[in-house]
């Protein structure tokens, strides 16, 4: 069983900045590719950002230049730094781990529980 517990999310004005951290516990074998992913009432799930096992980063064209993506692999910990926060990126973000386990060696997609992110104009 793998669980992932996300937190940092919150309140902040325009131009402010949070970080979100997710970590990731359980009979954990090996975690490739990572990810945040945020979803705003009404719309759809959409990917903010994904770094891969060797450190490759991939960002929506809406958060480049204001967010960062990274991990520490020993921790099995994601983070995303959030800079020049708008009102637009108010939605509950998930995070989101490609996971083997040491009783199945294939990967498996995990979720997060969602974390809450408003930015109040």
């Known amino acids: 069983q793998v669980q992932l517990v996300e937190s940092g999310g919150g309140l902040v004005q325009a131009g402010g900045s949070l970080r979100l951290s997710c970590a990731a516990s359980?009979?954990?074998?090996?975690?490739?590719?990572m990810g945040w992913y945020r979803q705003a009432p009404g719309k759809q799930r959409e990917l903010v950002a994904a770094?891969?096992?060797?450190?490759?980063?991939n960002y929506a064209d809406s958060v480049k230049g204001r967010f960062t993506i990274s991990r520490d692999s020993a921790k099995n910990t994601v983070y995303l730094q959030m800079n020049s926060l708008k009102p637009e990126d108010t939605a509950v973000y998930y995070c989101?781990?490609?996971?083997?386990?040491?009783?199945?060696?294939?990967?498996?997609?995990?979720w997060g529980q969602g974390t809450q992110v408003t930015v109040s104009s």
């Open positions: 989101n781990m490609f996971v083997a386990t040491w009783r199945q060696r294939q990967t498996y997609a995990y």
């Open positions: 770094i891969t096992i060797g450190g490759t980063t």
């Open positions: 359980g009979s954990i074998f090996s975690i490739n590719d």
